[in-house]
């Protein structure tokens, strides 16, 4: 007898519908044999689920099974196919109705005494279950409240396999699970009222957070780069249902969320400068989501920039303009979302002091150009904004708290953002750091006097057409927080000071 049932197998982010094709033979040799590009953790599954039927006191007879997993042209990996094989080995031996299991998707890996135990990715087989009209999914309770953040389908948890099936089988009720409430702000733990000087700094974070550019703090050690940065975050306006869902989702085949529920705050990454580049964009056996991913409608914050490897700050380039990252190896071809906001921050010179009064810099110029050459031109490029946070000076140290705080930033930031979200309405563009062609034109348009300001500074600077591009952007933003209209020479003359590196190298 041939039963069939459905499940969902990851494919990046999203799900993709697997068959599950079971069929018990008592004609030949009794066997077992699992085809459809099953691999290793699918293929052991044999031995927990025969050991979980058997201790949940089923016993199957000696039969020649055949399983297969369809579309069989296409690997499957991971535990999640215990539960719905074990349902079909039950079907297709008559302990069960087949017809109890028609309409229902399944996920859960097995423990050998019949506990449903979780399993990674979720939220994306939830959303194609709904896509596929399903009756319902059962899973493990741990991940039911997960599952449960789609709407219009009926999760149920069952804590073990003898439950799950008394459930199919109408003997018992299990009510539908519920969403777990999302995360309450906790306020602003880390504000930027706690920064001591730094006021330039503290303005050129506001102007990237009000635009999502990218940014870049060049500064002696103990500057306050890393404080600046942590506090990023906490004035970026809140994550929309459809961004937290789509986070939520990448968190979710990552095996890294926390709580099981949907994810409410902006993420903010911080990989090692030792990471290597696989771990940065993403890939791997079997293929992961990388930290440009894991920080999707997120920071991702490089601190140390030239000390990470070139490769993996070069292979950042297609995320940085795109906001997607393709992944294509012998096995495998997958594209992750990654539209971030890269803040990075770096010393001036490999000793750090070279822009410290207070201390003299040992490094000697050939040794500075090969630090700053690490960095490539292209990836400058695409960062909008690099900024020089100076030393802090003692009086500053002593003051109390100074300069606005997280709140009032955010404010002035959320007030840019509504403004630029009904400026791109309909366009598919959301913020002025997506700005280009047609668009870039429409809403960057310049008087006379701002275009010959603009030119002299383009052929001064000998800027690129991008860095042409991304100061238009910034200038953008500032005329956004100062409730501009129109782009006006101020903000041009601001959003060219932004870029102190091009001023360097010119």
Known sequence: MVVQLASGALHGVDAYRVDLEVDCSRQGMPSFIMVGLAEGAVRESRERVLKALQNSGFKLPAARITVNLAP???????????????????????????????????????????????????????????????????????????????????????????????????????????????????GFPLDFADVKGQERAKRAMEIAA??????????????????????????????????????????????????????TRRPFRTPHHSDSSVSIIGGGVPPHPGEVSLAHHGVLFLDELPEFQRQALEVLRQPLEQGTVSISRSTYAITYPADFMLVAAMNPCPCGYSTDPRHACTCSVQAVARYRARLSGPLLDRIDMHIEVPAVSYDDLRAARSGPSTAEIRERVLRAREVQTERYRGTGCSTNAALSGRLLEEHCRLGREEHDFLGSAVNALALSARSYTRILRVARTIADLEGSPQIALAHIAEAISCRVLDREQA
């Not at 890996?109 to 449903?116: A, N, P």
């Not at 939830?126 to 709407?151: D, F, Q, S, T």
């Not at 929309?240 to 529920?261: C, D, M, N, Q, W």
């Open 72 to 186: 069989a042209d296409r690997r499957k990996e991971g535990s999640a196919y215990d539960l719905p094989l074990a349902l079909g080995l039950l079907a297709a031996s008559g302990i069960i109705p087949a017809d109890v299991l028609e309409g229902w998707f399944t996920a859960a890996e097995l423990s050998l005494d019949g506990r449903l135990k979780p399993v990674p990715g979720l939220l994306p087989l939830a959303l194609l279950a709904r896509r596929e009209k399903a009756r319902g999914l059962i899973v493990a309770p741990e991940n039911a409240g997960e599952a449960a953040v789609v709407e219009g389908l009926p999760v149920f948890a069952a804590q073990t396999l003898g439950e799950a099936v008394a459930f199919l089988m109408g003997r018992t009720e299990l009510a539908p699970s519920q969403p777990l409430p999302p995360e309450a702000e906790s």
């Open 210 to 263: 009000a635009g999502a550019h990218n940014l870049l703090l060049i500064g002696p050690p103990g500057s306050g780069k890393t404080m600046l940065a942590q506090r990023m975050p906490g004035i970026l306006p809140p994550l929309s249902f459809e961004e937290a869902l789509e986070v939520t989702k990448i968190y979710s085949v990552a095996r890294l969320l926390p709580s099981g529920g949907i994810l």
